[in-house]
């Protein structure tokens, strides 16, 4: 009998390395504050191991238009300076940073975003208020140790207000309000005094805001309440500090209302960090429009949110259990889309991509998953109308809550599906992404090969890139019998290279 090898003595770097791939990596952009979360799964948990938060006010910074101010851009720049260098130790795959509501009135294409891109070397995703609301309660919820009842959980940020109501861990009724501490203490008290009229009327907006939404949730109803992040956490231990324990009432907020009307202002409140002395007059606000809107009589606080919320996501998709997948196929069955002509035209797709990724650089799993998704949706659009289905199907994606998805794949996706026929506008794909139109040349081909709709075996097709001459040199090549015996198909090929000569990318089609 042949003896078992010794196993190898492992280098302590490669160990190092591997323990640094293992790591997951949450980078929350919010509004008010920075929140940096490091973990590692551990025994089937995830176990914290670096936690780092600056508060940055980015909302402060919002002028008139998309742009922020000088000081507040350079402020939050150099921060990020500082994280990136605590980020170094997490693999890009397993890093996920996210902005919210003030970089959702920025934009994806700021010079800011740009800028924080190039310092963080790894790219952002701006969610949707929902899409915010959908994590903070994944990390809530992950938090807790019973989760069979109905529970409505509140994040007071800087800028947005999430409300979300759920049960085990899907969440049921999700709702992001555009008001936030920072926003609201800015309007109402923009010199840090505060006023019985001025808290009066910071109560009264936050009301306002609230009442379109006010019946839908309590006709849903709850259980218990939750609080998460910053506002809901100094409330809390601001009734520590005054002796009043950590459970939320409406009873509590008033007591601490009035102490800062007895006192004009926030400054000195016991409990409370002096950083978020300037903020909490307008969250302490929101939180008594939601006790007396939502009839709240207790909330606990609850640690974990957004970051935490962020992790667990992350986590999924690398189990294979990414809600994204889950959001195509719902709405693929929402849209009555016909899974096996998509799936016909999935496969084609891929078969393409195989051929080409090499030499156009689509090696990197976001660019098949992203064509993928574009395969399965490529048709949404028709349950509008036929006629010009694939625009449909663009605007329909840009604007539907697409859950697990940042804004930037939304629109990614939306460009793939707006120009996967007939002319190729390249206003959706913005043309300084090349590889985004890539994916749709490959997204337009396979489409196109399955125009017949019949559900018949697809022909060997061969497609190179002839990087000699120009990277966007295409020469396709297909069975003579079966180009002979699909002449429509024929033509379709001959129309699309006259279609992409306006991208500047050549094709020529040639019998096998």
Partial sequence: MACEPKPAIKDPTIMSDNHKRQQLGALDLGSNSFHLLVAQQSNGRI????????????????????????EVSERALDCLGRLSERLRSVAS?????????????????????????????????????????????LGVCHSLGDNSKQQLVIDIGGGSTELIIGQNFQPKTLESLHMGCVSLSERHFPDGSVTAASMNRAIDNALIELEPVMQTYLSRGWEYVLGASGTINSIAGIQLAMG?????????????????????????????????EEVIAGGLAILIALFRAFKIEVMEPAQSAL?????????????????????????????????FHADRVRQTAFMLLA????????????????LGWACDLHEIGMDISHSSFHKHGGYLLSNLDMPGFSRSEQYQLAALVAVHRRKLNLTYLHIHQSWLLKLAVILRLACLMHRSRIAEVPPKITLRVDTETYPSHLTMALDRPWLDTHPLTHLDLEHEIALLGDAHITLDVKPA
């Fill in 47 to 70: 176990q914290v191991i670096d936690k780092h938060k600056e508060m940055v006010r980015l909302a402060s910074g919002l002028t008139n238009g998309p742009m922020l101010l000088p």
């Fill in 355 to 370: 051929q080409v990724a090499a030499p156009w650089r689509l090696q990197q799993p976001h660019h098949r998953r992203l």
């Fill in 93 to 137: 795959e397993n890093l996920r940073i996210v902005g919210t509501n003030t970089l959702r009135q920025v934009g994806m294409e700021s010079h800011f975003v740009k800028q924080a891109e190039e310092t963080l070397g790894h790219p952002i995703e701006i969610i949707s208020g929902r899409e915010e609301a959908r994590l903070i309660y």
């Fill in 244 to 276: 009043l324990g950590t459970a939320i009432t409406g009873e509590h907020l008033e007591t601490i209302k009035n102490r800062i009307l007895k006192q004009g202002s926030t400054a000195g409140l016991p409990g409370l960090p002096i950083e978020r």
């Fill in 307 to 339: 970051r935490e919320g962020v992790i667990y996501d992350l986590l999924g998709r690398q189990r294979h259990e990414d809600v994204r997948n889950q959001t195509v196929v719902d709405l693929g069955r929402r849209f009555a889309i016909d899974e």
